[in-house]
């Protein structure tokens, strides 16, 4: 079985017509849902794009495999599952963007196209990877890349919060070299041999940059605006109100200062990314068709993370000084795609992890996991047998914790007094912080005692031979405790 795995980076779940948003277009996206299963609780383990990235593509959690953060990377010792197919004599192969580390972002991939990301505070193309900057130059789009990078000084691009459109032409835009990579490789890849093809593409992640005909795509005043976005911070943890105030330090103004106007503009121009992203897809999906490929081929689309998009008055997603855990930043598109399986057109409601993604992986290859992943199997769900799943979501930002289940959401803040507890079924949006409610006290309490017991049992070191069989240390850490 061949493995397509198409990332979108800072897509939130509801920002997809399969997902329920009647403004935007995405029919690619939306044909693999209506082909293949939707799983309509997604979350990311990490609310930023190198953290969750290492999370799904190692099988372990955040503070397991050591990338903490965008600033800390994975331990060097850890494996992707890029090394993990390699070794299984697939063809691994990677475009476009990775976001793992200097030494991690190749891991795994007998061959790699890198485009790097568009760091969205750069005044020079200098920061995109050797490979795409490398095609820039070739194909004479060079001169205009400079030229677009050197908008991000400006004061517009600035005032605005970074939502303005390339002066680059939808052909030399990251997104669709990423595409065109994609495609070569598909086209032109030794059909002895299965192949494993992930494709980063790095938008609709900040800046808020589309080229034409992307920009202009959707209309302003037809984008909603959301009903938290005038909402009060002052009954959540001090950090919020902070980065509301403060904005980030890379934009010449805060988020205080954000209009609707504003807001409206800054949706249009994330609505444009995403179908230029499902334009992508499109093009993929047929270069599969034409290969004949497409009948032998388990495709997965998903992001890294969502976005806030105005949510509460803000704008992109949680940051080390600023942790925030909101549903919108952590609840992502997960679909599963593929000819033989026992269901089409399905939805599961059951909630999963992005850490799920290695396990289902191997066991869709009739391949045996690595005993140290952490996440669950989905793969009954995929081809129609009972699964049970798991009762909970762990995420978190540092050392802020989240523990969400359907009724309930935690997120505990250590060492302080304050921290957020939800209704998420008389509260989805997430306004009225119940953490301070007397009233609400025993179940603060039951939640922080499962978080604890939940921390405990995903404890898993890369241990040593053990002559008791693989990953033996589960057994120590195994829940409920029993003392035979």
Request: aromatic fraction near 10%; glycine fraction near 6%; hydrophobic fraction near 35%.
């Amino acid at each position: 079985m061949n493995i397509v795995f198409l990332l979108a980076d800072q897509l939130r779940a509801d920002a997809i017509g399969c997902y329920g948003n009647t403004l935007i277009r995405t029919p690619h996206i939306d044909r693999l849902a209506h082909e293949g299963i939707l799983f309509e609780q997604a979350f990311c383990q990490h609310p930023q794009c190198a953290p969750s990235r290492s999370s799904f593509m190692t099988g372990r959690y955040p503070h397991i495999s050591g990338c903490i953060s965008n600033h800390v990377t994975m331990a060097e010792n850890e494996s992707t599952f890029a090394d993990f197919f390699r070794s299984e004599n697939y063809t691994t192969y990677a475009v476009g963007k990775t976001h793992l580390s200097e030494t991690k972002n190749k891991s795994g991939f007998e061959h790699a196209q890198i485009s790097g990301g568009q760091n969205s505070d750069a005044l020079t193309p200098e920061v995109l990877g050797k490979d795409y900057k490398d095609w820039l130059k070739a194909n004479g789009f060079w001169d205009q890349a400079v030229s677009a990078y050197a908008d991000h000084g400006s004061d517009e691009y600035r005032n605005n919060f970074q939502a303005l459109p390339t002066t680059l032409p939808a052909e030399a835009y990251i997104d669709c070299w990423a595409g065109d990579r994609a495609i070569e490789f598909i086209e032109s890849h030794d059909q002895s041999r299965p192949f494993l093809l992930f494709a980063g593409f790095p938008n609709p992640h900040h800046p808020f940059d589309p080229p034409e005909p992307y920009a202009s795509m959707y209309k302003p005043e037809d984008m909603p605006i959301p009903s938290t976005f005038g909402s009060d911070l002052t009954n959540k943890p001090p950090q919020q109100l902070r980065y509301k105030q403060k904005g980030r330090a890379n934009i010449g103004s805060n988020y205080e200062h954000l209009s609707e106007d504003q807001l409206r503009q800054i949706i249009a121009y994330y609505y444009g990314s995403i179908s230029l992203v499902d334009d992508q897809v499109g093009k993929i999906l047929q270069a599969l068709e034409r290969t004949h490929c497409i009948d032998d081929t388990l495709i997965i689309f998903t992001s890294d993370h969502g976005e806030l998009l105005g949510h509460h008055g803000l704008l992109l997603k949680s940051t080390d000084a600023y942790p925030i855990l909101y549903d919108k930043s952590l609840q992502v598109p997960l679909i599963f795609h593929h000819p033989q399986q026992a269901k089409k057109n399905h939805r599961e409601s059951t909630p999963v992890e992005l850490l799920d993604l290695f396990p289902t992986m191997a066991n869709m290859a009739g391949l045996e996991p690595p005993p140290e992943l952490q996440g669950l199997d989905l793969s009954p769900v995929l081809k129609g047998q009972p699964y049970t799943g798991r009762n909970t979501i762990y995420a978190e930002s540092g050392a802020v914790k989240m523990l969400r289940g359907n009724e309930w959401k935690l997120i505990y803040y250590p060492g302080q007094s304050y921290g957020e507890l939800y209704n998420l079924q008389d509260d989805p949006d997430e306004s009225h912080n119940l953490f301070a409610s007397s009233a609400h006290l025993p179940i603060r309490n039951q939640l922080i005692q499962s978080l604890l017991d939940r921390l405990i049992t995903m404890e898993a070191p890369l241990h040593g031979s053990s002559k008791k069989g693989p990953a033996y240390w589960r057994q120590s850490y195994q829940m409920p405790f029993t003392s035979d």
